[in-house]
């Protein structure tokens, strides 16, 4: 349809049809590196204030290292902005916690922890958190000088996402495929890049075919942990394969030729790393308790013997001070790893094809505000 | 290869190069010549679509080896991408506020510095502020409402205890004895309500609108009615002080702080959760010591010692060492026991129970006597 209103250039009925365009990616890997080196420090100097700027510059690196037909796109939005969403959303988020302690406090009074399903409200005000997110997200990304915008009702998106995942404990997950696809074309069909249309071709059906053992696989890894990761890493790379194909603007068209091994040697990476910092920590730990039991005047079985160590003040302190060095060098491996390696290898999985239906697109769109990013954030909910 | 595209000829300094130009109003990507003149003038095949001042040009985030820019006065979106090096070097050179916009060092440090001040007022609001706050709101609280809350307390103790409520007759009969002559010597009204709930940890608790439990454990490590009855009014003095609102008030407002100051409003991850222990628990020592000067108070009125309340308490929690206890919630065993017997007068007063009174409250749990 969108062909049709917004003909391409070369009318679409020659034989001479563009080959497929590859996605490239010319970030370097050390630059990436550094960013999220530095911003950690930052993050542990400011108590995690600078999360909103450092956000901000790894978006700002993926982005515009990100070449779809030769050009780069850009990433326009700013920790300001983040940091206003995210205050905003505190001023809207802790009127309803009040209110929400406070008719816990009248269900519990009826029944002992009645209270528990009120959870379900948040998780309503997370998908919600999570449709506006994406808006932000989108508003703020430039491809050859027209931004992508977005249209819907975050409520209504939430709604949506509610009742499917009320679906999704009815069926222990196995409607996932089409829950996934429901919503993905809510969002698609709301998504613009200029005057092109979004719309989303995938179907659950295909997913569901391409997926459905590691759902019978799934309670094997809640046993045998190690099995986890491979798990985990095929259906991510299913997902990502899966979500890419079935993208749609106007008549250009998306394909990812992503296998389902592809992924699965990221997430060992990230697990080898988690071990390596565990046992470096706990070394620390260890060296730490001796250090302070050496310079109290009881001796080294007693101290440790009576609960004693569990109250002094300077282990607590180089404790504290030790996991939050762990906590950080934690968040640079898994942005380096699952953020940058693997946006890359996703990327490099892409071929786009009928480009010339964005050869001359009308800027169109406004910009959204931050406000979703504040919630996801306050609320911990998830997206990059 | 520098002055390979400036051509000497036209005897200026002007230079000029290919780029690529996106107007901001439509994605068709232009093949324009750049040339720098008076203004940053961008041609394509003769014609000139826009000319950009110097002064005006921002640099924009670009890929590795291309010049991204955008002008103030242009469309917001309007791009020139440069790939020549030298034409780009040229071009920046000439562009005096190129990076005004992009946050430098006195940005970071900006940054770094209001973070720095919104922790240390958060801190201070946590150790100075919050203590006062929870005693200036405690007495502004409906007492029906900290009744309610004391209900939802009173539930999921009972649930995550399994506890039962004991009251055979005859162990019941002197509990309420017990209890009342507590009550009265403290001066505290009929609303208050106290039961023994049936299990083996030794402890006893005050809920929020006057409720007050002793377990059945506490009970069978006693060995007269006086380590009881202190207990009973320790007890009963933070029901006075309305020591749990002020506690949760107290906790609430610290665990929202702590959580703002991390991102996280919920305030679940482990650190928020180990600083809120630390402040919160100096703040229950002090509360607790205030319980124990009301005990000694309410059992020297009563004619009895309250020394034997110490000797239970230290029966219970054994020999707790020294150094300095900063995340426990009470104070030390020997320092509460070496308190209540200082100034402890002999007992002057009757026995709060008979033998038999207090063999019957021993047993309060079992069906049968």
């Known amino acids: ?384 | 290869m520098a002055m390979d595209s400036a051509s000497p000829e036209t005897q200026t300094s002007e230079r000029s190069g290919p780029a690529v130009y996106f107007d901001g109003v439509s994605s068709r990507r232009r093949t324009v010549t750049l040339r720098l003149a008076e203004r940053l003038e961008i041609g394509e095949d003769g014609q000139a679509p826009a000319a950009w001042d110097y002064q005006d040009i921002r640099r924009v985030d670009g890929p590795a080896g291309i010049l991204r820019l955008s002008s103030l006065a242009a469309p917001a979106l309007a791009r020139v991408e440069i790939r020549d090096e030298a034409l780009a070097a040229a071009l920046v050179s000439r562009c005096t506020g190129i990076d005004d916009h992009m946050i430098g060092r006195g940005g970071v440090a900006a940054i770094v510095g209001w973070s720095l001040a919104a922790a240390a007022s958060i801190v201070a609001v946590v150790l100075f502020g919050l203590p006062l706050i929870a005693d200036r709101l405690t007495p502004l609280v409906p007492e029906a409402f900290e009744r309610r809350l004391g209900e939802v307390a009173d539930a999921q103790v009972k649930t995550m205890f399994d506890a039962k409520v004991c009251d055979n007759e005859a162990g019941q009969k002197a509990f309420v004895k017990l209890v009342t002559a507590i009550r009265e010597s403290a001066g505290l009204d009929t609303s208050v309500q106290s039961g023994v709930l049936s299990s083996s940890v030794p402890n006893a608790f005050a809920l929020p609108g006057g409720k007050v439990y002793l377990f059945s454990g506490l009970l069978a490590k006693a060995e007269n009615p006086d380590e009881v009855a202190g207990v009973l009014a320790h007890e009963l003095g933070h029901l006075k002080h309305r020591d749990s609102m002020r506690g949760l008030i107290h906790n609430g407002g610290t665990s929202f702080l702590i959580g703002l100051l991390f991102g996280d409003i919920t305030g679940s991850s482990a650190l928020i959760f180990g600083s809120r222990t630390l402040v919160t628990s100096s703040h229950s020592r002090e509360a607790e010591t205030n319980a124990d000067s009301f005990a000694i108070d309410v059992m020297h009125r009563l004619g009895r010692p309250a020394k034997p309340t110490g000797e239970l308490l230290l029966r219970v929690t054994g020999k707790e060492g020294k150094g300095l206890s900063i995340i426990s919630t009470h104070p030390l065993s020997e320092d509460r026991l070496a308190r209540m017997s200082r100034q402890d007068p002999p007992a002057s007063g009757p026995p709060l129970l008979t033998s038999e009174e207090w063999k019957a409250l021993k047993s309060i749990c079992s069906a049968k006597i």
Not at chain 1, 81 to 105: K, N, Q, S, T, W
Not at chain 1, 234 to 248: C, H, N, P, Q, T
Not at chain 1, 289 to 294: N, W
């Open chain 1, 1 to 384: 349809m969108n062909e049709m209103t917004w003909p391409p250039q070369v009318p679409p009925s020659m034989p001479s049809v563009p080959p497929p365009m590859p996605v490239a990616f010319t970030g370097k890997r050390r630059e990436f590196f550094d960013l999220v080196k530095r911003g950690a420090g930052l993050e542990f100097v400011t108590l995690g204030f600078y999360r909103f700027w450092l956000l901000t510059d790894i978006r700002r690196h993926l982005w515009a290292n990100t070449l779809v037909g030769g050009d780069a796109a850009e990433y326009t939005g700013r920790g300001k902005e983040l940091l206003i969403g995210f205050l905003v959303a505190l001023a809207i988020l802790v009127p309803i916690y009040v209110g929400y302690f406070l008719i816990g406090l009248e269900a519990e009074h009826l029944q002992a922890f009645a209270s528990i399903p009120l959870v379900a409200f948040f998780y309503l005000f997370g998908q919600f958190a999570i449709y506006r997110a994406r808006r932000y997200r989108l508003t703020r990304t430039v491809w050859r000088g027209v931004r992508f915008w977005m249209t819907g009702s975050g409520w209504n998106y939430a709604l949506r996402a509610s009742l499917w995942g009320l679906l999704m404990i009815l069926t222990l997950g196995l409607i996932l495929p089409w829950r996934n696809a429901a919503l993905e074309r809510y969002k698609m069909r709301h998504s613009h890049y200029g005057d092109l249309q979004g719309s989303f071709e995938g179907r659950g059906w295909d997913f569901f075919k391409r997926g459905w053992w590691l759902w019978l696989l799934t309670p094997v890894a809640l046993y045998v942990t190690p099995v986890a990761p491979f798990i985990y890493g095929a259906y991510k790379a299913i997902e990502w394969r899966w979500w890419l194909s079935g993208i749609r603007f106007g008549g250009v068209r998306v394909e990812s030729t992503l296998r389902k091994g592809d992924l699965i040697g990221l997430y060992w990476k990230v697990v080898g790393w988690i071990v390596v910092f565990g046992l470096v920590f706990s070394v620390y730990l260890g060296l730490a308790a001796v250090l302070v039991a050496s310079m109290t005047d009881s001796s080294f079985t007693e101290f440790f013997t009576s609960q004693e160590f569990m109250k002094s003040i300077p282990l607590l302190v180089l404790a504290g001070l030790g996991y939050l060095v762990f906590a950080l060098a934690m968040n640079i491996v898994i942005r380096v790893y699952l953020l940058r390696d693997l946006w890359v290898r996703v990327l490099g999985s892409i071929n786009v094809s009928g480009l010339e239906a964005a050869a001359n697109v009308a800027a169109r769109g406004d910009l959204a505000n931050a406000l979703g990013e504040g919630f996801a954030d306050g609320l911990d909910v998830g997206g990059f």
